[in-house]
Every structure is written in C-alpha cells, then in structure tokens.
C-alpha cells in the first residue's frame, strides 16, 4: 500500500545542520499531509513539522526559525532541514503520512503510514 523510508541522521555539534529525507513508495493515489515527529526518551511523540499538499506548513515552536520543511509532491517525498542545531533536538525522528493508495483489489484504502525513525544526535 505505501511504505516510508528515511535517511539523514547522524551525529553533529550544537550549531551544526543536518538534512533528513522521507520517500514515499507503493501504490500510492495521493499524499495529504506529509511531515516529521521527534520522540525523545522518556518523552512522548511530538510533531517538529507538516505540510499540507496544498502548501500550508506548520512548525512545533521549538523549532520555527530553525527548520524548514519542504516536499515534492510529484515525487512522493518530504524533506526537513534542521539548522542551528541544539542538544535539545536530540531525538529519534520519524516520518508520517496521510496516504490514500490502492489496495489489492484496487479498491481506495486510506492510512496514516510512518516511517522505521532515525537517530538525531546534538552533542554540546
């Protein structure tokens, strides 16, 4: 139906920049919103940001000024550049999406879809 995957994270110092990407694949008919959530031990899973396909963004506040969030909805991807870097974003982060695709009888199936997450590191 539509699966996500993601690469992009690493290690970096505060202040640093890192980019992670999110490609959609499978028998997918539309993406709506489509963006990224942090989840850091022993907190729960938060929004960092989405875009709609329409344009529309939205950005947890820790992180407005500093990320940006960009897709191609031709091609089925989301990408989200962190800049200014602070240990605070040190989280493992996943990518979502509301995915309209076809199922194995071709018939319309609507999903919220995520990603395996991959490790954020800020070191101070």
């Known amino acids: 139906q539509g699966q996500l995957v993601e690469s992009g994270g690493g290690l970096v110092h505060a202040g640093g920049s890192l980019r992670l990407s999110c490609a959609a694949s499978?028998?997918?008919?539309?993406?709506?919103?489509m963006g990224w959530y942090r989840q850091a031990p022993g907190n729960e899973r938060e929004l960092v940001a989405m875009?709609?396909?329409?344009?529309?963004?939205t950005y947890a506040d820790s992180v407005k000024g500093r990320f940006t969030i960009s897709r191609d909805n031709a091609k089925n991807t989301v990408s989200l550049q962190m800049n200014s870097l602070k240990p605070e974003d040190t989280a493992v982060y996943y990518c979502?999406?509301?995915?309209?695709?076809?199922?194995?009888?071709?018939?319309?199936?609507?999903?919220?879809?995520w990603g395996q997450g991959t490790q954020v590191t800020v070191s101070s």
């Open positions: 979502h999406a509301n995915i309209l695709a076809l199922g194995p009888s071709d018939e319309y199936i609507a999903f919220k879809s």
């Open positions: 875009l709609t396909t329409g344009g529309s963004s």
């Open positions: 499978g028998r997918i008919v539309r993406i709506d919103e």
